[in-house]
């Protein structure tokens, strides 16, 4: 069973809008919540991150937002930019190995 | 460059071969992880390796396994290859337990 779910396998965003990508989790003793962003032929690199003490988390145009009761996280993009045209992972831990989702592919359209 | 050197980065074999993997870790990381990225899925972890000792184990299979060497690059060696273990395999590494994963840019094993 999954316990790290991106339901949105791809989203296409026009630039200057907002690009919202959602990740749910099924396990509620994970503590630390990850955005990572790969492009192709490269490896993933990390983005952004939360711990459960937090809501949000803000670092320049990317903001991450968690709703721990409906073991919900979100990103969002503003504005999007061509150049944030790749495959965005969530990822979360419990003191154990980084859990990934399998991602959801983001085209932003100039 | 992010400090993780994963080598080769292609590599083509036949089923029933044997493969080495490699992966040298950023420069004071202790902790090394290896993923395996299938089609269509996400990045499954395979076992982690924290300063030569096998720290945590995922969904790696009998035919597949690792070590950490005393210079901390890891080797991650798949047995009896079939088809269905193409895949991107990724190697990161970490100073601390499961925080701050630097990945390296991942070898692609097709199998045929």
């Known amino acids: 069973d999954q316990q790290v779910k991106q339901n949105s396998p791809s989203l296409s965003v026009q630039e200057g809008r907002i690009s919202i990508l959602n990740c749910d989790y099924t396990?509620?003793?994970?503590?630390?919540f990850l955005w990572y962003k790969k492009y192709p032929a490269e490896g993933p690199t990390f983005l952004i991150s939360?711990?459960?003490?937090?809501d949000k988390n803000e670092d320049g145009r990317f903001t991450v937002f968690l709703n721990k009761s409906a073991k919900h996280l979100s990103l969002h993009i503003v504005p999007s930019q061509p150049g944030d045209s790749a495959v965005y992972f969530c990822?979360?831990?419990?003191?154990?190995?980084?859990?990934f989702g399998k991602g959801t592919r983001l085209s932003v359209i100039a | 460059d992010s400090g993780v050197t994963q080598t080769p980065k292609h590599l083509i074999t036949a089923t029933g071969q044997r493969v080495t993997l490699r992966c040298s870790p950023r420069s004071g990381d202790l902790s090394v992880y290896w993923y395996q990225q299938s089609l269509d899925q996400g990045l499954q972890f395979l076992i982690q390796?924290?300063?030569?000792?096998?720290?945590a184990k995922g969904n790696i299979l009998e035919r597949f396994s690792a070590q950490q060497f005393p210079d901390l690059h890891s080797e991650l060696n798949l047995s009896s290859l079939e088809l269905g273990d193409s895949a991107l395999y990724f190697c990161?590494?970490?100073?601390?337990?499961?925080?701050?994963?630097?990945f390296g840019s991942g070898t692609r094993l097709t199998v045929v």
């Open positions: 390796y924290y300063n030569g000792e096998e720290r």
């Open positions: 396990n509620s003793m994970f503590d630390y």
């Open positions: 990822a979360i831990s419990g003191n154990t190995p980084l859990v």
């Open positions: 939360i711990s459960s003490i937090k």
């Open positions: 990161a590494s970490s100073v601390r337990d499961f925080y701050g994963y630097t």
